[in-house]
């Protein structure tokens, strides 16, 4: 089973950058050989990669109105009845970047790993919530990456 992890965000704002920094630590873990990582920054072209996996664990910040640092596991149906409520931070809502990349059929299982920003501002790295949290969700991922699907 091919799985894609994807950490997305803009490292230059603070813990929108969480999904970026998650990936670049899990490239030093050493992943199987069936993982492709990528820091898809802020551009909604790696979308298209996805479409060649069969399971897909996007990152990124979301606000979801929780504590800073909080993680959230959600599956794409999930997401998508949180309707707005479940937004990256970028010009692209995560729905409509997951709408995109599963629009080939019948298209990759998705799992999004969300972390409730702090502060979303100018600036370089984490505040300490978010920070504390980024083991936490490379927890997650090997955790996903031992079963057979995103369950």
Not at 79 to 89: I, K
Not at 118 to 127: A, Y
């Amino acid at each position: 089973m091919r799985t894609a992890i994807v950490g997305v965000g803009n490292i230059l704002m603070r813990d929108d950058g969480v999904g970026v920094h998650v990936v670049r630590e899990l490239l030093e873990a050493g992943l199987p050989e069936d993982v492709d990582v990528t820091d898809a920054g802020t551009s909604a072209d790696a979308a298209l990669s996805l479409a060649l996996s069969d399971r897909v664990i996007v990152i990124d910040a979301a606000r979801l109105g929780g504590s800073p640092g909080t993680v959230y596991r959600l599956r794409e149906g999930e997401a998508a009845g949180a309707g707005n409520g479940v937004r990256s931070c970028h010009d692209m809502g995560f729905i409509q970047t997951l709408r995109t990349a599963t629009a080939v059929s019948p298209g990759p299982e998705v799992l999004i790993l969300g972390v409730e920003p702090k502060e979303i501002d100018w600036g370089l790295g984490l505040t300490a919530d978010v920070a504390a949290s980024v083991p936490r969700v490379i927890e997650i991922v090997k955790q996903e990456l031992k079963g057979s699907q995103c369950s």
